[in-house]
């Protein structure tokens, strides 16, 4: 039976999607649990009903669409990703894997297959952790990392308590976190990165994700007048800031493997003519070995030690998220690549820089990912863009990939 996917149908709706919530700059932003998210909600769940699937909704507002298989006793074949996005987004984060799985339930449809093992279609609540942490947060929720009663209770950079706004925009469910254990778990995704297009390659065979270490550091210091105090009296919280940022890229240079990133800073009382009291600054490192993440951590833990010393300050540090690194299922990934090669599309087998929900499903299901280029490597910014081509050859593979596995 030949099974032919409506491309033309995944495309509109990707572009369908990526205008709700759209900027006046040219992006997108649905944060979690905000009135557009609910507008993608709402479409996405109409869409599921378009194609007749059974929709269920869990106590964090995980969504769930099942084309039920006719041998109950198997557990379900699941495809996810997620709907929500980052602030002036790009338009295929995500909503790309959601709705290429759409377009795998739609091609079933239409040629009248029942699959014998059931199929599901997630979209999982938060993934970013823009508007409420953890990111990852539905995902990790559902395969049993966090307490549901905990994350609902999360208040969030707004102030909102997250289950409040859950339930103000209807999407509080029944269906208990991690209920329905899948088979295997499958996710489509644009690189996010610039190695498949710089290689020329079609599609990436995702064969393990980095781990990653968020961590809140705080300095403080002493404020002074800029232009009376000796540099040696005083006690800078901005100094002591710049060395941090210089030190963990030098770590980073050295290591070969670990990425370390400063990726936002306050200063306290903030004026041009004022030595900065207090410094207050986030640092994201990854790395796709465990191992050395960890002996990073313990670097930059000492480093703070001696530099408090130094400069005369106190120090402190919180960590926000740690996840270790994930290897995906051999087997999986190695479907991954026959199916690519069967249908005569280059790959390459690599590592994923960025946080996925493939992540947390690992836990508790074979995982694996698919990932096709970004133009530029560029993601999290209105200019991502992934061609039609490639969008349509990620979503072949995944089909031929779920043909394999519900049989």
């Known amino acids: 039976m030949t099974i032919a996917l409506d491309t033309a149908t995944m495309l509109a709706q990707l572009a369908q999607l990526g205008a709700i919530g759209h900027d006046a700059g040219g992006g ?12 993608g909600r709402d479409q996405l769940v109409a869409w599921m009903r378009d194609l007749t699937l059974d929709i269920t909704i869990d106590q964090i507002g995980n969504i769930f669409g099942t084309l039920t298989g006719s041998d109950p006793s198997l557990a379900p074949l699941m495809i996810g990703s997620h709907i929500d996005t980052v602030i002036n987004a790009g338009m295929y984060d995500g909503c790309y894997g959601v709705l290429a799985g759409l377009a795998v339930m739609r091609a079933l449809h239409s040629a009248g297959m029942v699959p014998r093992r059931s199929i599901v279609v997630a979209a999982f609540s938060n ?17 049993g990392g966090m307490d549901v009663a905990d994350v609902l209770n999360v208040i969030g950079t707004d102030g909102t308590r997250l289950g409040d706004e859950l339930a103000r925009i209807g999407y509080v469910g029944d269906l208990r976190p991690g209920a329905v254990v899948p ?22 065979v995702v064969a393990d994700l980095q781990g990653i270490s968020w961590q ?4 403080n ?15 800078d919280a901005g100094w002591a800031a710049a060395a941090v940022i210089t030190f ?11 990425l370390a990133t400063v990726g936002s800073i306050q200063f306290s009382p903030n004026a ?20 050395k993440l960890t002996a990073a951590e313990a670097q930059v833990a000492t480093f703070l030690q001696t530099l408090a010393t130094q400069a005369g300050v106190t120090i402190t540090s919180q960590q926000l998220v740690r996840f270790p690194a994930v290897h995906f299922d051999e087997s999986l990934v190695a479907t991954i690549a026959q199916a690519a090669h069967d249908l005569g599309l280059s790959q390459r ?4 820089g960025a946080g996925h929900d493939a992540q947390m499903m690992a836990r508790i299901a074979p995982a694996a990912m698919i990932f096709v280029p970004s133009q530029a490597g560029i993601s999290h910014n209105p200019a991502e863009y992934t061609s039609d081509a490639d969008l349509i050859a990620g979503a072949t593979v995944l089909l031929a990939v779920v043909q394999r596995l519900s049989r």
Do not use: C, W
């Open 28 to 39: 997108r932003t649905r944060l979690a649990f905000g009135d557009a998210d609910k507008q």
């Open 127 to 143: 993934e970013e952790g823009v508007r409420y942490q953890p990111d990852m947060m539905g995902s990790l929720v559902y395969a």
């Open 183 to 204: 088979h295997a778990y499958l996710e489509l995704h644009i690189e996010q990165g610039p190695l498949l297009e710089a290689h020329a390659t079609q599609i990436g």
């Open 216 to 219: 809140q550091i705080t300095i």
């Open 221 to 235: 210091g002493v404020a002074n007048h800029a232009g009376t105090t000796p540099l040696v009296m005083r006690h």
């Open 248 to 258: 963990v890229r030098q770590l980073a240079q050295q290591s070969g493997s670990t």
């Open 272 to 291: 041009i003519n004022v030595i900065p009291q207090t410094a207050v600054l986030t640092l994201d490192m990854r790395d796709p070995d465990d191992e």
């Open 349 to 352: 087998q690599m590592t994923s």
